[in-house]
């Protein structure tokens, strides 16, 4: 119950950080199903330098996608791993999770998995490819 108040709490956060920032938001979410769909998926990757590239062609500053996957790291890890990072992006890493989570019961794992190809094509590749 504490975990859906502040999950709740977080989304609130979350909510004007995206409307300040809107293409933040959807870098956090392509960066945060790119990890996902590496450790959901079998036999996925993610593309790191193709990240950092789409960061530059999406104006973010250079320090963006660390910035995203240490928050990734940090919340999915319960503080283990990564390191905090500013509130907002904090938020933006919450309302993504949520949102991929959802997709994912939505579609099912597998079909998840398949429709990521698709949508993070360069960012994502094959393991050894």
């Given at each position: 119950?504490?975990?859906?108040?502040?999950?709740?709490?977080?989304?609130?956060?979350?909510?004007?950080?995206?409307?300040?920032?809107?293409?933040r938001s959807t870098y956090v979410t392509m960066v945060l199903q790119a990890f996902a769909a590496k450790v959901e998926c079998p036999g996925t990757?993610?593309?790191?330098?193709?990240?950092v590239q789409?960061?530059?062609?999406?104006?973010?500053?250079?320090?963006?996608?660390?910035?995203?996957?240490?928050?990734?790291?940090?919340?999915?890890?319960?503080?283990?791993?990564?390191?905090?990072?500013?509130?907002?992006?904090?938020?933006?890493?919450?309302?993504?999770t949520q949102t991929t989570d959802l997709d994912q019961r939505r579609l099912g794992m597998t079909n998840w998995c398949e429709a990521q190809k698709t949508n993070l094509a360069g960012l994502i590749r094959s393991k050894g490819g």
């Amino acid at each position: 119950m504490r975990t859906g108040f502040l999950m709740a709490g977080l989304l609130l956060l979350a909510a004007p950080a995206q409307a300040e920032d809107h293409p933040r938001s959807t870098y956090v979410t392509m960066v945060l199903q790119a990890f996902a769909a590496k450790v959901e998926c079998p036999g996925t990757d993610v593309a790191y330098q193709d990240l950092v590239q789409k960061a530059q062609q999406m104006h973010r500053p250079d320090d963006t996608t660390e910035k995203v996957r240490k928050a990734i790291a940090w919340m999915h890890t319960g503080g283990k791993m990564g390191e905090k990072q500013a509130d907002d992006i904090m938020a933006e890493v919450a309302a993504a999770t949520q949102t991929t989570d959802l997709d994912q019961r939505r579609l099912g794992m597998t079909n998840w998995c398949e429709a990521q190809k698709t949508n993070l094509a360069g960012l994502i590749r094959s393991k050894g490819g």
